[in-house]
């Protein structure tokens, strides 16, 4: 069982920048890929980047590649979002979610556990 705690997020102007934190319990870390997923109001949960046990492999949407970055410090059991030239179509509330394999997958069905999610509101 893994358990996740999102933290980071707030209301930022466009073009700033945030850093999202997910804090995982239980053991075995390295073992989970991890992965960002987020929701805007009246949309569904989309896939935004992911991680594998190891850090080795990591995949972005199109919508955020060169823009935000992913990593995990396994040692701490934390996964960061770094977040930059935010827009306002990234508002939305933002989960960390881990994978009971160490093989990434933007897929939100590979992913067995989830955070309670993040508010990141960009004004224009």
């Known amino acids: 069982q893994v358990q996740l705690v999102e933290s980071g997020g707030g209301l930022v102007q466009a073009g700033g920048s945030l850093r999202l934190s997910c804090a995982a319990s239980g053991r075995s870390f390295s073992f989970y890929a991890m992965g960002w997923f987020r929701q805007a109001p009246g949309k569904d949960r989309e896939f935004v980047t992911t991680?594998?046990?190891?850090?080795?492999?990591?995949y972005y949407a199109d919508s955020v590649k060169g823009r935000f970055t992913i990593s995990r410090d396994n040692a701490r059991n934390m996964v960061y979002l770094h977040m930059n030239s935010l827009k306002p179509e990234d508002t939305a509330v933002y989960y960390c979610?881990?994978?009971?394999?160490?093989?990434?997958?933007?897929?939100?069905?590979?992913?067995?556990?989830w955070g309670q999610g993040t508010q990141v509101t960009v004004s224009s």
């Open positions: 979610a881990a994978a009971r394999t160490t093989v990434p997958g933007t897929s939100q069905s590979e992913y067995a556990y």
């Open positions: 991680t594998s046990g190891s850090g080795a492999y990591i």
